[in-house]
């Protein structure tokens, strides 16, 4: 049950894109496509905001997008705000049955 | 709207026991499969168990497999983490996450358990 590999830290100046890669194993990322990504902003819960690989639930903008490529799985956020400052966290099905999140990636907007 | 609320987070002494509490609403609690999650303060989140929608199913994280116990009681919407022989590591704001279709999609604003003599 290894974390999965997320960057410590990525930066983006408003209006730029960024992307948050979440890198596992064929045994959680690579194999099934049951990976989410959360924001987390400072003593709030988790909100999630792509699940399924790339699916986003209703509310969430279309400045979020995710994908995947073999063990690796990204999220984007184009057109930055100030809002998006948080933390980021992916997370994946496993094949035990159980679920693993990555060590999670602070966005700061420059 | 989905509402998640933990209680039962308290100081304890390691080796002790405590059980926390989530009381669901706003969505058919039973048809769900329901998490607990947990974060150390400053740090990433850990999952840390999940029990079926009839409870016939649960699994652990090997950090707690064998102390900690998951249940749930449908009846009343609620869900339950036994936690026996705290660790120091244990110490965490533990979540509570309704599932739907293997992704985690609300989490409650969690409970603080602390593990301290």
């Known amino acids: 049950q290894s974390a999965l590999t997320q960057p410590a830290s990525v930066s983006g100046s408003p209006g730029q894109s960024i992307t948050i890669s979440c890198t596992g194993t064929?045994?959680?990322?690579?194999?099934?496509?049951?990976v989410s990504w959360y924001q987390q902003h400072p003593g709030e819960a988790p909100k999630l905001m792509i699940y399924?690989?790339?699916d986003r639930p209703s509310g969430v903008s279309n400045r979020f997008s995710g994908s995947k490529s073999g063990n690796t799985a990204s999220l984007t956020i184009s057109g930055l705000q100030g809002e998006d400052e948080a933390d980021y966290y992916c997370?994946?099905?496993?094949?035990?049955?159980?679920?693993?999140f990555g060590g999670g990636t602070k966005l700061t907007v420059l | 709207e989905v509402q998640l609320v933990e209680s039962g987070g308290v100081v304890v002494q390691p080796g002790g026991s405590l059980t926390l509490s989530c009381a669901a609403s706003?969505?058919?609690?039973?048809?769900?499969?329901m998490h607990w999650v947990r974060q150390v303060s400053g740090k990433g989140l850990e999952w840390v168990s999940l029990?079926?929608?009839?409870?016939?199913?649960?699994d652990y994280a090997d950090s707690v497999k064998g102390r900690f116990t998951i249940s749930r009681d449908n009846s009343k919407n609620l869900l339950f983490l036994q936690m026996n022989s705290l660790m120091t590591e244990d110490t965490a704001l533990y979540f509570c996450?309704?599932?739907?279709?293997?992704?985690?999609?609300?989490w409650g604003r969690g409970t603080l358990v602390t593990v301290s003599s």
């Open positions: 064929s045994s959680d990322v690579g194999g099934y496509k049951y």
């Open positions: 996450a309704k599932d739907t279709n293997f992704n985690i999609d609300y």
């Open positions: 997370s994946s099905y496993t094949s035990t049955n159980t679920w693993v």
């Open positions: 706003g969505f058919t609690f039973g048809d769900h499969t």
């Open positions: 029990i079926s929608w009839n409870g016939g199913r649960r």
């Open positions: 399924d690989v790339s």
